[in-house]
């Protein structure tokens, strides 16, 4: 199993033009800032990144964009799920391409498979390709839920070897642990440091969007430097922008704090709306309060 995937990751936010294309120079740019800035590693067309209001021929340029800035300083993981499993094998393969590290995928969202389906689909995928896998589980939008059990499972399936647990259920962190074993290093998603303190080994993150540093120090001081108290000063320090684009507002707060920090985000893609005027408000108010400011390579 490789075990180059460590770290923050960020879910990356996909940015567009005023008029509403994809801004790969923009999304360039963000990708260098992101890597200068300490971030671990980097997941293009995740929910963050607006992957299922994308086109086929723009999520194409996002994954080669992001893969060609990158340029192997950091290790990147496409979003290649699908709900239909022959979809998903040709987004990876494709994926793998054009250079991907890995990819994360969510399992089919709509026809709620059974466990036995689940396990057939990630083993269907891993077979047809040599990218490392990282499963996703996020029951609030995947309408299925990977129990530990069940990623014990999935963990036997050669390639299978990193998953995103994406509940507010931090005990689930060292189920997986104690189940899978070393078949399977866990992520936290929507939770970070207590993820850390579980034993897990990375975390996906929306807030590393626009705090890259600050976020992948809090895993350097649990992880690498045990030094709980000060990992845990610093994620209270900096809870009100993680919090703020949480929930519902992972795309459009996000969005909303990066274009208050001097980057042209955009507007996200309908169904999602931008912030109202009040919402957006409270968000420069957290980049003043922060001083975050976004700063191109000179």
């Known amino acids: 199993m490789t075990t180059s995937f460590r770290g923050v990751f960020t879910v990356m936010i996909t940015p567009f033009s005023p008029g509403g294309g994809v801004d790969l120079a923009a999304l360039a740019a963000f990708t260098d800032w992101q890597i200068r800035q300490g971030v ?5 067309l995740g929910s963050t990144g607006e992957f299922l209001s994308l086109s086929e021929e723009e999520r194409v340029s996002v994954a080669r ?3 060609d800035a990158a340029a192997g300083r950091v290790p990147v993981l496409v979003g290649t799920g699908a709900e239909d499993t022959r979809e998903a094998v040709r987004l990876t393969r494709q994926a793998e391409a054009l ?3 890995g990819a994360m995928i969510i399992p089919p969202f709509y026809s709620t498979p059974t466990d036995d389906e689940l396990v057939h689909h990630y083993a269907t995928i891993a ?3 040599a990218l490392p896998i990282m499963v996703y589980n996020n029951p609030a939008t995947a309408n299925v839920d990977l129990k530990p059990e069940l990623v014990a499972r999935i963990a ?3 390639r299978c070897d990193y998953i995103k647990e994406s509940t ?3 005990t689930r962190v060292r189920d997986i642990i104690r189940l899978a074993g070393p078949g399977m290093t866990v992520f936290g998603g929507i939770l970070g440091f207590e993820s850390f303190v579980e034993g897990a080994q990375g975390w996906v993150a929306v807030a590393s969007n626009v705090a890259p540093g600050p976020m992948a120090r809090i895993f350097e001081l649990v992880a690498d430097e045990g030094r709980f108290r000060e990992a845990r000063e610093l994620y209270l320090a900096w809870l009100p922008v993680i919090e703020a684009v949480g929930g519902q507002r992972y795309v459009a707060g996000t969005k909303a704090l990066l274009t208050h920090m001097g980057f042209g985000a955009g507007a ?8 109202p005027p009040a919402a957006d408000a409270e968000m420069a108010a957290l980049v003043a309060r922060f001083g975050l400011a976004f700063a191109p390579a000179a």
């Not at 996200?268 to 912030?275: A, Q």
């Open 268 to 275: 996200p893609r309908p169904p999602r709306l931008p912030l």
């Open 40 to 44: 671990h590693g980097l997941i293009p």
């Open 65 to 67: 964009t992001v893969i």
């Open 156 to 158: 036997r399936i050669e």
């Open 168 to 170: 507010l259920e931090v």
């Open 99 to 101: 250079g991907a590290d």
């Open 127 to 129: 077979a047809a390709t």
